[in-house]
């Protein structure tokens, strides 16, 4: 972080500094999952929104660019547009993402550890951290269409609330990032087929690239949607995707491990559009994560990853040690 901006941060190593706090429990038990540094100056941040709001767009202006792809030819980019879907759990704790201190230290922490390329969020998270001075030399992934609420009865229609294409222009940013979630019961998901298309458009137009996370899907009896990682499943998705607009010539795919990790091979031949792989929910066994996302990234069209929670909130509290891990997997 460069002295003078918004925030007063440094960047150090460290992991958390306590055990998790179980569901529900208040915001302030979230101290005991803060990694101890970097620190973020919440007020300061607020401060500056409140009376330079241009500051967002000149921090942008001044920020420092790279290529997408850096001389090693792969992609290592944290996650962090979970929390506009409504998406605030990691596990079992019910509100670890509510705190947005706690994010922007773990995200300050994560962009600084070697071998990490960028971040992909929505505008409020960037808007942070381009105030913090966190994402000079990193590449910058808007995420597009977040109006998909989790657990919503809209889900499946999930408009593009998040970065439009001339916000990812007039910013500087690298590339954006949208979600396609596909179940063959729900009209939503036609709506959304058809506005992914003309956003895929725009991006072409402009030459920026565009990853598109496709998922076949369908809802249990509660209402709740379940995204199919099997094989067959996968490779629709991915042929879907694929076919979207009127170039694929900037787009990316964001593809899940399947169920059964040794399918993977011939899933991904579905399409030569290269792809990075993505992170999923938090589980209790994050080196079976990291053995999954091993054999997959050998694979010729896979350039990288693409990781959020399972990183920024390991099991052990480790931040830097799960993102190093994940880094050497590349």
């Known amino acids: 972080m460069r002295a003078g901006h918004v925030g ?22 979230y101290a005991a999952l803060r990694p101890p540094s970097p620190r973020v100056d919440v007020a300061r941040l607020a401060r500056t929104r409140a009376r330079r709001p241009e500051a967002v767009a000149e921090a942008a202006a001044r920020r420092v660019r790279r290529p997408l792809l850096g001389d090693s030819g792969r992609l290592m980019i944290i996650a962090a547009d979970h929390p506009a879907r409504g998406v605030l759990a990691v596990g079992d704790r019910t ?30 998270v960037l808007d942070d951290l381009l105030l913090l001075g966190a994402l000079d030399d990193k ?13 919503s009865a809209f889900e499946l ?11 990812i222009e007039r910013l500087g940013f690298d590339a954006g990032k949208l979600l396609l979630r596909i179940d063959y019961d729900d009209p939503g998901s036609l709506r959304t087929l058809e506005s992914a298309a003309r956003v895929i458009d725009a991006m ?43 170039s ?34 938090v589980g209790d066994d994050q080196e079976a994560a990291y053995e999954k996302w091993r054999g997959a990234l050998q694979l010729p069209t896979v350039q990288g990853l693409v990781v959020g929670r399972s990183l920024l909130y390991p099991g052990d509290g480790e931040v830097a040690a799960a993102v190093d891990t994940a880094v050497g997997l590349l």
């Open 157 to 167: 229609d999930d408009r593009f609330t998040g970065h439009r294409p001339q916000d």
């Open 204 to 246: 072409a137009e402009r030459r920026l690239p565009v990853f598109v996370e496709p998922f076949l899907c369908r809802r249990r009896e509660d209402g709740t949607l379940r995204n199919d990682l099997s094989a067959e499943a996968v490779t629709k998705s991915l042929a879907i995707a694929a076919g979207l607009g009127g």
């Open 8 to 29: 007063g941060a440094h960047q150090e190593q460290g992991g958390d500094a306590g055990p998790p706090a179980g569901p529900g429990a208040p915001p302030t038990a």
């Open 95 to 124: 509100h670890a993402m509510a705190s947005r201190a706690d994010l922007l230290e773990r995200l300050c922490l994560a962009l600084s550890r070697p071998g990490v390329d960028g971040v992909l969020a929505t505008a409020d």
């Open 248 to 281: 694929s010539a900037y787009t990316w795919l964001k593809v899940p491990v399947t169920e059964n990790p040794d399918d993977m091979a011939r899933v991904m031949e579905t399409s030569t559009l290269p792809a990075v792989l993505l992170g999923g929910e």
């Open 139 to 151: 590449v910058v992934i808007g995420s597009m269409n977040r109006g998909g609420l989790a657990g």
